[in-house]
Nanobody
Framework: QVQLVESGGGLVQAGGSLRLSCAASGRAFSRYGMGWFRQAPGKEREFVAG????????YYADSVKGRFTVSRDNAKDTVYLQMNSLKPDDTAVYYC????????????????WGQGTQVTVSS
């Protein structure tokens, strides 16, 4: 089992940047594929980015390609989401999730979730 804690959210102006962190505790972080999802008020949770166990494969939603970068440091049991050129549409609660299977954009295939961190982008 793994516990996930996100941090780094906050209020930022459009065009600004934030870096989210997701610290994992438990066993064998490097055995989990990791994903970032977000959920805005009144909307379904959506995939943002994912990264394979080794970090060699990365995946992005079309809406964030070229602006967001996912990375991980298995020595620190942490996955990151660097968010640049933020837009008001990026406002949401951001969640990290761990998968014992392959990295996927399907939220129901992730096994563990963090509590989320709020990102608010003002125009």
């Amino acid at each position: 089992q793994v516990q996930l804690v996100e941090s780094g959210g906050g209020l930022v102006q459009a065009g600004g940047s934030l870096r989210l962190s997701c610290a994992a505790s438990g066993r064998a972080f490097s055995r989990y594929g990791m994903g970032w999802f977000r959920q805005a008020p009144g909307k379904e949770r959506e995939f943002v980015a994912g990264i394979s166990r080794s970090g060699s494969n990365k995946y992005y939603a079309d809406s964030v390609k070229g602006r967001f970068t996912v990375s991980r440091d298995n020595a620190k049991d942490t996955v990151y989401l660097q968010m640049n050129s933020l837009k008001p549409d990026d406002t949401a609660v951001y969640y990290c999730a761990a998968s014992t299977d392959v990295v996927t954009n399907r939220a129901n295939l992730y096994d563990y979730w963090g509590q989320g961190t709020q990102v608010t982008v003002s125009s």
